[in-house]
């Protein structure tokens, strides 16, 4: 073959080749292509399955990101797939679950990290889930976890399912397993599991209770020889236990044994073979019926009593055949009817000769009871007058076909006579009535709803109760209490017609008794007056809290103050007036002093300061304030005294009096910035029972009313409720303490008076101020005495518990010249007084010691020396040396802190006063 051929046949060759690799190609293109179709069915139907599936598919990359969910989780957990994808795990999860996430992603990438982890592992969690409206919902999550060709972790697949029914119903499953567990043990018969050959495997709680022993006891013996009386046919026993074993549930009485004492008793047994569990057991109820057959043996007797009970009843007593006939009747028919009661046996209602339209009546009640099985109630009147209750009962046969019916009749002639009666009571009782249907809609309704809630029945009855309440809100709350199973008479705000609040205490009664679907009867009560009370009660209690607290801070505070200006003043007295810490003495003296002053008010308020009361003329001290009232007010404020003629004297401390003038008046001065008015008005005043009746605040008597009126900037209701509660104020910080009027309002009522308040913003305020008058025939005229010169020669005993007081007093007495007995309590001042008796010119005694108050002191060193001289010392003292903070007659006091010169002027005082036997 030349070369030409050669190329030819080459070129053939080659064009051969590519015919076939074109051919292949078109084959691998073909195939390509079926594979792509392919691929977008098995995408397709896999994305339709996806999105269709009941569960929620999740897909997150290993950011914990959600790159896909399916639209299922809309229907199961309410969010759309764009919220969803949005979801952080913290909005997604409750703490717990989150808790349990993070627990499983960190041991899964500790077993990617140490290469141990199956690439095809799936982990399964029940978790609790956050749903859209925030609720919580069970689902059971399954993740698996996905790799790419070279093994690397690369995101988790997410499939979760609703299970939260399925946790209802294994909640539901553990609780009856309780609840059957619980009546295992609470049932009434004592139950014991055999095995087949009678051994006991288990026994209830019961058992304890019937046979006096416990389960462990029981489960330790023998039924035979432990708790089976000796004189039981053993023999039917064993026969009974085969035809148990056989299949048969057998029932028998058994003469029962209780191991611990040997008592006997009758007990019915009933035998059932029954698979528990994977095991066949015999159960035995073993049921106590001493008492049944006690009553078996008690029932000839009860039914030989039924006739006595039946012919001597309070109520007539029929029966009744199915043509209507009488078939028995007791003796009462004659008492209610006129006709003895063989007269109506074998007859029919027409027999008896009643009239035509009761017979008609008679006779379809007594027809649809024999058609309906069902008892009936009505009432009805005999031609005599008398009112009948009538109760037909059907008696059925063993199929429940009504053979007979039992009438029983009652005379309720007085009942309706009552009825009528309650009528009248409807109407006539102080309270609002509302009689309501289950729906409480007013259906009735007496007049006594207008003056509490300003409607005419009229204009109620067809209403909805929601009439009388301010919102759905109250209306709602209402109606769950008035239907409350445990309801008692409860307190109620209401609406009036005219739009105003009226408390009410309301009471409710069921019409059928039981429930409230036929209807309820409901009594109001206006206690609005109560409530008002009782808010001034709540006020006043308050006000005392605050008092104990204020006296007890006061009492211990007295104490410190004392020592400060006690020392200060010894301190004052050893140095010259040129020296250069006079003047720093002195203003530690002047911040004692208004502490002191500060502990005072304290007191006042708290009703705590001793009182020296007498007969005082308040005209006399307002006029005596009046140069010191005018520098106090400042000349932009005119003053006016309105003194009342003849006015009583009332019966207090003059100097607490002088008190509460200045503490009104400066309040009254600082509610007028810019100048005013300001007036004074002294009356006499009688309150009668009347006007106390309504007035809550007052009570009957002679009073003087001092009456304080400015015209200021006055106060909100709101304010006026806090101005007399100590530290209370609405000026600036440094303008007064907030104790003016609390030191005003604890002086009153220490007096026994009454202050009352009456004040609008922009139109000032007037303070009234009751006191009570002096009764005392004899009017005794407080004079002040002559302060004789302090310091002496005399012997004091002194005793005070207080280390640093009584080293500070026994100075102050030294200083001046008295020869000091010093004693730590009040035994020790006895003892002292025991030795030096004849050396004591006077008692200087501390109120309140360990082991012996000052009182108590005084009073035993009395009794060997009447006429002994003293003086009490006391912050302040409860009943120690007066009675209810009024000092008693005859004894002196003077209260913590004091100054030197205070203590040595009393102590001379004392000193000079003549005694009785000289």
């Known amino acids: 073959m030349d070369a030409q051929d050669k190329g030819h046949q080459e070129f053939l060759e080659e064009i051969s080749l590519l015919k076939k690799q074109i051919s292949e190609l078109e084959q691998f293109k073909a195939e390509h292509q079926r594979l792509d179709e392919a691929l977008l069915e098995i995408e397709t139907k896999y994305r339709f399955i996806t999105e269709n599936t009941a569960d929620i598919i999740r897909i997150l990359d290993m950011n914990q990101r959600c790159i896909y969910v399916s639209p299922s989780i809309s229907r199961i957990r309410g969010f759309t797939v764009e919220e969803a994808l949005n979801l952080t795990l913290d909005q997604d999860l409750p703490p717990e679950s989150l808790r349990q996430i993070r627990s499983m992603t960190e041991e899964e990438m500790k077993l990617e990290a140490s290469g141990t982890a199956d690439p095809n592992r799936t982990r399964t969690l029940e978790l609790e889930v956050y749903k859209k409206d ?24 997410i499939v979760s399912r609703d299970i939260n029914e399925r946790k209802k ?25 055999h095995d087949l050959e009678g051994r006991v495997l288990d026994c209830n709680q019961k058992l304890q209770e019937i046979y006096g022993v416990t389960r462990e006891q029981a489960l330790s013996s023998t039924i035979i020889d432990d708790f089976s009386a000796p004189d039981n046919p053993l023999d039917s026993l064993a026969g009974w236990w085969n035809r148990v074993l056989e299949g048969e549930v057998i029932t028998f009485e058994w003469k029962a044994k209780r191991p611990n004492d040997g008592s006997f008793f009758d007990v019915e047994v009933a035998l059932k073979r029954i698979v528990l569990g994977s095991r066949e057991v015999v159960l ?14 008690a029932l000839m007797e009860s039914e030989e009593k039924f006739r006595t009970l039946v012919e001597n009843s309070f109520d007539a007593i029929f029966r009744i055949d199915r043509d209507h006939r009488y078939l028995y009747a007791n003796p009462v028919v004659q008492k209610q009817s006129g006709i003895p009661p063989e007269a109506f046996i074998g007859k029919t209602f027409e027999d008896m000769g009643f009239p035509e339209a009761l017979c008609s009546e008679w006779h379809e009640s007594i027809e649809q009871i024999f058609t309906s099985g069902k008892m ?33 009749g009652r005379d309720i002639t007085e009942h309706k006579q009552i009825e009528s009666l309650w009528k009248i009571l409807f109407q006539a009782a102080p309270l609002a009535m509302c009689v309501v249907d289950g729906d409480r809609v007013m259906i009735r309704v007496n007049d006594y709803n207008l003056p509490i809630f300003g409607y005419r029945p009229e204009e109620l009855i067809g209403r909805s109760a929601r009439l009388l309440y301010f919102s759905d809100e109250e209306y709602r709350a209402a109606g769950e209490a008035l239907y409350a199973p445990d309801f008692t008479p409860r307190e109620f705000r209401l609406k009036r017609k005219d739009g105003e609040s009226v408390w009410v205490l309301m009471g409710r009664s069921y019409l059928n008794g039981t429930d409230p679907s036929g209807g309820s009867i409901i009594v109001s009560q206006d206690i609005t007056a109560r409530k008002t009370l009782e808010e001034q009660l709540r006020q006043a209690q308050k006000m005392e809290a605050i008092g104990q607290l204020a006296g007890g801070v006061a009492h211990d505070f007295n104490n410190i103050l004392q020592a400060i200006l006690g020392y200060t003043n010894i301190v004052l007295c050893s140095v010259d007036p040129d020296d250069r810490h006079y003047g720093k003495l002195k203003e530690v003296e002047k911040a004692g002093e208004k502490a002191a002053a500060l502990t005072r008010q304290l007191l006042a308020f708290s009703r705590r300061q001793v009182l020296q009361l007498g007969p005082v003329d308040l005209n006399s001290t307002i006029e005596d304030l009046m140069k010191m009232l005018r520098r106090l007010l400042g000349e932009n404020i005119e003053l006016s005294i309105l003194p009342g003629a003849a006015l009583w004297k009332v019966n207090a401390d003059r100097s607490q009096m002088d008190q509460v003038i200045l503490n009104l008046c400066v309040n009254a001065r600082d509610a007028m910035p810019d100048g005013g008015r300001l007036s004074i008005e002294t ?54 303490t907030g104790l003016g009027l609390a030191t005003v309002y604890g002086i009153v009522r220490q007096h026994e008076g009454m202050i009352q308040v009456y004040s609008e913003i922009g139109k000032g305020s007037r303070f009234h101020v009751y006191l009570p008058v002096n009764e005392s025939t004899e009017e005794e005229i407080l004079t002040e005495e002559q302060v004789p010169p302090p310091g002496g020669h005399e012997t004091i005993l002194m005793a005070e518990d207080d280390e640093p007081l009584r080293f500070l007093t026994e100075e102050i007495l030294k200083m001046a010249g008295y020869r000091v007995l010093a004693a730590v309590d009040g035994e020790d001042a006895l003892r002292v007084y025991r030795d030096h008796a004849r050396e004591v010119d006077l008692l200087l005694l501390d109120v309140i010691m360990p082991k012996k108050g000052g ?28 009675t209810n903070f009024v000092l008693e007659e005859g004894l002196k006091l003077i209260q913590k802190p004091f100054k030197s010169m205070d203590l040595l002027s009393m102590l001379r005082q004392e000193l000079d006063r003549p005694q009785r036997n000289q």
Not at 135 to 155: D, Q
Not at 284 to 297: F, H, L, P, S
Not at 378 to 388: C, R, V
Not at 857 to 869: A, F, K, L, T
Request: aromatic share 12%.
């Open 284 to 297: 035995a109820n073993v049921r106590d019926i001493t008492r049944r057959k006690a009553a078996e043996a």
């Open 855 to 882: 009182r108590s002191v005084y009073d035993e060193i009395r009794v060997v020396h009447p006429d002994i001289r003293c003086l009490f010392m006391s912050g302040y003292s409860e009943d120690a040396v007066h």
């Open 376 to 408: 009936s109630r009505s009432e009805f009147q005999l031609p005599n007058g008398t009112w009948i209750d009538l109760f037909r009962i059907p008696e059925k046969d063993d199929t429940g076909k009504v053979k007979a019916i039992i009438a029983t």
């Open 169 to 193: 119903a294994e909640q539901a499953l553990r609780e009856s397993e309780q609840a059957l567990r619980t009546m295992f043990d609470n049932t009434y018969d004592a139950i014991f599991v």
């Open 683 to 736: 009356q006499n005043i009688r309150l009668d029972y009347d006007y106390c009746a309504n007035h809550d605040w007052a009570k009957p008597g002679r009073y003087v009313r001092m009456s304080i009126t400015d015209s200021g900037c006055g106060m909100d209701p709101e304010t006026m409720d806090k101005i007399f509660e100590p530290f209370f104020t609405t000026k600036e910080k440094w303008r007064g």
């Open 134 to 157: 925030g609720s919580l919902l069970w689902m059971e999550i399954k993740f698996t976890f996905s790799h790419n060709r070279e093994g690397e972790l690369t995101g988790i697949l």
